[in-house]
């Protein structure tokens, strides 16, 4: 439990000398130990195994084990030192070749060690001493925590006693991104998150399911719950008539022109609060990895800094992302050899993504965490989408997914202990911005994309052009290339030179593009999707297009689309009776509740009635919105893109989010919609008065 701020300074009176303090003593000579031992085996392994290196016995392995752990002090303390002087960029890239650098050291220095080759002996040597040293650590730290969480335990520990302590208690809050609350709830009850699940089954926290609305996407769930401004949003990806562009909320310049629109400057982090690894700031003045600010963390984070200079960061990383590569490729080669269903294409750019997630995003996102909780910030609000990239390609319940949601609840037991070091008290929040539900997709049931089915429909000359991608897991790593090739530095200029074909903008954008539509001289459909929802647009028709007029241009079009086996229904404005939701057997209309027929809303829940009626009203929402079918049995839908666990719409678990409170902080009734999420955080930065628009009330008392 958080430590209450009145004891704080007690707590740091009542502490022992760390020379008296044997326990944290012990901790630190077992750490040197295991790090000792685990850097010696790594170097008789290469000594084994290269012909490039060799030894004059023994005794110059073991000097080599000192003079590596010294220089890596070091080589550390001087990056540090110079981090801003040298930038983020710098820190980057002086990070990675600092652990080669080290070992080059320490083979020169070491006479008793000895080359054969040319000058490539060295790199080579360097190269897999680095590479073996962060495989032994992984081995080593198998079933455990993580070897760079560990390490950073040990950081913390070291600078515990001189952190000055904040004030005031600060809110920690966590976003698992995808994570559903029936799955949570299983995942409690099997015992398979032993510290989430610890704190939910002693009463430190109360778990709460929260209807995210209609879209249940990342961007508008975060829009809602870090700016109160979901109601800018109506799908991950959408046409804009005015303008003629397609928005894809986490490409840059499209999150932050969004960004502009909504933000009124008191949003949930503007007092003094950090967005780490968000799709939006939160007006937060200081951001890292943010696809609305698109840059990289300020040059003076200790945690950028640890991360790229540390032996179990950067370069550990880079190994690890290998053997998580392979580890996806025996999966999905295991789901092929036993003919699970459903499920999808695992290969190209998505091996890649998963090893970046689930590997370098995850250790990273926990040291900047990490140097956040050290300085005291109120409010840190951190998105750790490793189950979510997962889970849509190998299925939200499939094991590895869950072995991802085991890895996070891991983090979060190291966070606690992190929290618990410290001299000041936070309190945690965790919660998801979206659950996602399981299917086959739209054109593994049919035989064809929406777009094709859309095109048989209508009379028009030129083809439908779809905006349907799959390009979500690409924003952090499109976002950091970005912000490199804007740098006035050599860095800079060589990114912008290699990746000029892939940043025509100014901005960079791997990975499967989201098409801008050719709009031709006739009537020009454009068909978009986020998960099982799809809006159709008229795009050269200005404002929202009604019912009679869509009847009239294009008479098979409503019809053809309500009476599908792969959908559940559509929604289009009626001049006469505002939105309706029209479905194979009858008809809803949104505003009044009036029903003809059967009700094609009533499958997907008490909340869809309300959810579709405010999607339906967004600004740039499409002329038709489509939603796929849900199965009466399996709670199965079919996605418009081809991911096997998907959300954007609704039906199934993807509206059904979870958030996770210290018990202490009772609520009435769960939130529904993210804005309400969004004013329930704000309410509880009150009650810990981190917000400046709210007078302290400890204050007031004095005053008066």
């Known amino acids: 439990m958080a430590k209450p701020p009145e004891q704080v300074s007690g707590d740091r009176r009542g502490r022992r000398p760390i020379w008296l303090d044997w326990r944290r003593t012990g901790r630190g000579l077992q750490a040197m130990l295991v790090g000792g031992l685990l850097s010696l085996i ?40 110079v981090a801003v002087l040298i930038g983020s960029i710098g820190v980057l890239v002086g990070g990675l070749l600092s652990q080669f650098g080290v070992v080059y050291l320490g083979i020169t220095v070491d006479q008793g060690v000895n080359l054969h080759g040319g000058p490539e002996a060295v790199l080579v040597v360097s190269i897999v001493m680095s590479s073996v040293s962060a495989f032994v650590g992984w081995i080593a730290y198998a079933g455990s925590d993580d070897a760079y969480v560990a390490e950073v335990m040990r950081v913390v520990h070291r600078r515990a006693r001189k952190i000055t302590a904040a004030p005031k208690t600060g809110m920690l809050i966590i976003q698992i991104d995808g994570l559903s609350a029936p799955l949570l709830n299983w995942m409690v009850m099997s015992g398979n998150l032993p510290h989430l699940g610890g704190w939910i089954r002693d009463g430190k926290h109360s778990m709460v399911e929260w209807h995210t609305g209609v879209p249940a996407t990342t961007p508008a769930s975060q829009a809602g719950i870090l700016h109160g401004g979901s109601g800018q949003i109506p799908a991950f990806r959408w046409y804009e008539k005015e303008t003629g562009r397609v928005m894809v909320t986490n490409r840059g310049r499209d999150a932050a022109e969004i960004e502009a629109r909504m933000s009124t400057g008191r949003g949930l982090l503007a007092d003094g609060g950090v967005s780490i690894s968000n799709n939006w700031s939160g007006d937060a003045e200081h951001c890292e990895l943010v696809f609305s600010r698109a840059a990289l963390p300020n040059s003076n984070s200790r945690g950028y800094v640890r991360f790229f200079s540390s032996p179990q960061g950067a370069a550990r990383g880079l190994v690890l992302c290998m053997a998580e590569m392979v580890k996806e490729l025996f999966q999905a080669r295991r789901q092929r050899r036993r003919n699970l269903v459903p499920r999808v ?84 929040v965790v919660l998801s911005d979206h659950g996602q539900s399981q299917g086959s997709t739209f054109l593994q049931r049919y035989g064809r994309t929406l777009t094709e089915v859309v095109d048989e429909l209508v009379d028009t000359t030129s083809e439908p052009v779809a905006a349907v991608g799959t390009a979500e897991g690409w924003g952090p790593v499109n976002a950091f290339l970005t912000e490199l090739s804007l740098r006035r530095s050599v860095a800079g200029s060589v990114t912008r030179k290699a990746l000029h074909a892939k940043a025509a903008r100014g901005e960079v954008e791997l990975g499967p593009k989201d098409c801008e539509p050719p709009v031709g001289a006739d009537e020009q459909m454009l068909v978009t999707a986020s998960g099982n929802l799809a809006l159709i647009y008229l795009a050269t028709t200005p404002g929202r297009v009604p019912l009679e007029e869509l009847e009239l241009l294009h008479p098979k079009l409503i019809p053809g689309l309500a009476t599908h086996p792969g959908i559940g229904f559509v929604v289009v404005d009626s001049l006469a009776e505002g939105p309706v939701a029209i479905g194979r057997a009858g008809v809803r209309v949104l505003k009044t509740g009036r029903i003809e027929g059967e009700d094609p809303l009533a499958p997907y829940g008490p909340f869809a009635p309300q959810s579709i009626l405010r999607q339906a009203e967004l600004p740039h929402n499409g002329d038709v919105v489509v939603v796929s079918r849900l199965d009466e049995y399996t709670r199965e839908v079919a996605a418009f893109e081809e991911l096997v666990g998907c959300h954007g719409g609704i039906g199934g678990w993807q509206t059904e989010a979870v958030l996770v409170h210290p018990t202490r902080w009772e609520l009435k009734e769960p939130p529904v919609g993210s804005d309400a999420v969004h004013t329930l955080l704000i309410s509880w930065l009150e009650k810990l008065g981190q917000r400046k628009d709210v007078q302290d009330p400890v204050e007031t008392k004095v005053e008066a």
Request: charged share 20%; aromatic share 8%.
């Open 42 to 81: 790594s170097l008789i392994i290469t000594f084994w195994t290269l012909p490039q290196i060799s030894s004059d016995g023994r005794m110059p392995i073991l000097r080599l084990v000192v003079l590596l752990a010294v220089f890596s002090v070091l080589m550390r303390w001087v990056l540090a030192g």
């Open 345 to 428: 294409n695992r290969g190209g750019s998505y091996i890649f993504l998963r090893a970046i997630s689930n590997v370098l995003l995850r250790d990273l996102n926990v040291s900047l965490i990490t140097d956040e909780l050290v300085k005291g910030t109120p409010v840190i609000y951190c998105d750790f989408v490793d189950y979510d990239e997962v889970a849509h390609h190998a299925g939200p319940t499939r094991p590895e997914s869950l072995q991802t949601l085991e890895g996070l609840d891991r983090v979060l037991g190291a966070l606690q202990r992190i929290i618990d070091i410290l001299p000041h008290s936070y309190e945690i």
